[in-house]
């Protein structure tokens, strides 16, 4: 069902700029259905979504599974609130903690509040187990952890800052996979350390094992705590289940959201029997937190993710499609190699990033640029050769217009 049938999709931004906060510079586009890897607008134009809503849409748009749980738990029971046990959360945090180094899951509903819900455990845990005043946390330069206060202030970029301050104290950064810069940061006084395994509004930048493992060794040496924001780069995105498992580093935290979800809000914050015993009953909430909904939903994306076979498939095809990428790079010598894991690539491009997106919206492929110079793909994990086949033509095209 679309709410306001009938109206063109100029009308539709119009009343929009009436009435939602302009907080985002949105492209004036209106999509109101989607199947697999295609959406469509109010116009009836398709598109070919090698974004996913952000990573969100990892199974692709309306997959039969998604559309079960939701439709057969919305004749049940939609919410019951945390004053109750909730079985589906159960069932879900028992899939998370069998795949993971984990042993507990809070739930919650963004990766934001995941973020935040790991800020919070890493100092209760810190003043639990060493006293005042280990309270730093340490997160590295050009990341993106969220939009609420704390996380903001974990971001380590200034521009999602301006404007909010006072900001909490105790936080600061360091750059990504810079081992010597880690370890001058460092110290007693550090409660935890917040790591993106792939920065992805950053410009699609992996950390090295390397610095995983550094990282890893010098939080034990510290008694601080490794938090992976696995937000973007987790659950199927890189081919595995979780982006840590390449690495083989494990944090001591994980914080989960989007693709968990298939499109349904949730977020997901796993960590060790050790720390998580640091939160007690009246320490954290969330009203909406892993309600049977979105553990419904969350429990089906699992099954299809968990099933034989299925990351054999998401890797071969993300491959195809990185070779596609590598060679229109060498074909228009765009510079810097393509990066990323799996179905997170970046392609970077000094220059046309906003035009080169737009071209390939026009024709039909949406993809983002990201930091002004980086495109990035987010392609559906089940995108099928022929729909990369199709991107990749698009692409061809597009730089053949604009690339000079
Ligand atoms: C790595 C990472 N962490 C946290 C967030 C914040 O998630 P949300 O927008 O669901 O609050 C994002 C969003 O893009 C993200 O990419």
Avoid at 272 to 296: C, E, I, M, R, Y
Avoid at 372 to 393: H, Q, S, V, W, Y
Wanted: aromatic share 10%; glycine share 10%; proline share 4%.
């Amino acid at each position: 069902m679309t709410q306001l049938e009938g109206l063109s999709m100029e009308e539709i931004i119009e009343q929009g700029k009436n009435v939602v906060m302009n907080t985002y510079g949105r492209l004036p586009m209106t999509m109101v259905k989607g199947e697999g890897a295609w959406v469509w607008d109010t116009e009836g134009k398709r598109y070919l979504d090698f974004l996913t809503g952000l990573a969100v849409n990892s199974l692709g748009h309306s997959h039969p599974a998604i559309v079960k749980a939701i439709q057969e738990q919305a004749q049940e029971i939609l919410h019951t609130s945390n004053l109750y046990w909730i079985p589906n959360q159960v069932a879900l945090a028992e899939r998370l903690v069998k795949h993971s180094f984990a042993d507990k899951v809070f739930f919650c509903n963004s990766g934001a509040e995941a973020n935040e819900a790991a800020f919070k455990l890493a100092r209760k845990y810190a003043k639990k187990m060493y006293g005042s005043p280990k309270y730093e946390v340490l997160s590295m330069e050009n990341s993106f952890h969220g939009r609420t206060l704390a996380t903001l202030t974990l971001t380590g970029q200034t521009k999602y800052q301006e404007g909010y301050d006072p900001l909490p104290v105790g936080l600061s950064y360091t750059a990504l996979n810079d081992v010597e810069g880690l370890k001058a940061k460092i110290s007693e006084k550090t409660a935890a350390v917040f790591i993106e395994p792939i920065q992805g509004e950053g410009g699609v930048i992996p950390a090295t094992s390397e610095f995983l493992q550094k990282a890893r060794a010098l939080c034990d040496q510290y008694g601080a705590l490794l938090v992976f924001d696995e937000v973007q780069c987790g659950v199927g995105r890189t081919g595995k289940l979780f982006a840590y498992e390449w690495s083989g580093v494990t944090p001591d935290i994980m914080t989960l959201a989007k693709a968990l979800g298939g499109g349904v809000p949730i977020g997901a914050m796993l960590a060790t029997d050790k720390v998580a015993a640091a939160f007690q009953p009246g320490d954290h909430a969330s009203t909406f937190g892993g309600n049977p909904l979105a553990t419904a939903v969350g429990c089906a994306v699992l099954d299809v993710m968990l099933a034989e076979g299925f990351f054999a498939g998401v890797q071969e095809r993300a491959n195809y499609l990185r070779q596609g990428l590598e060679q229109l790079a060498r074909k228009y010598q765009t510079g810097d190699p393509v990066r990323g894991q799996g179905f997170i690539l970046g392609w970077p491009v000094a220059k046309f990033g906003p035009e080169l997106v737009e071209s390939c919206r026009q024709k039909g492929l949406l993809i983002n640029c990201v930091g002004g110079k980086t495109l990035r793909f987010l392609p559906p994990l089940l995108a099928e050769k022929a729909e990369i086949d199709e991107a990749l033509n698009i692409l061809d095209d597009v730089f053949s217009e604009i690339w000079k």
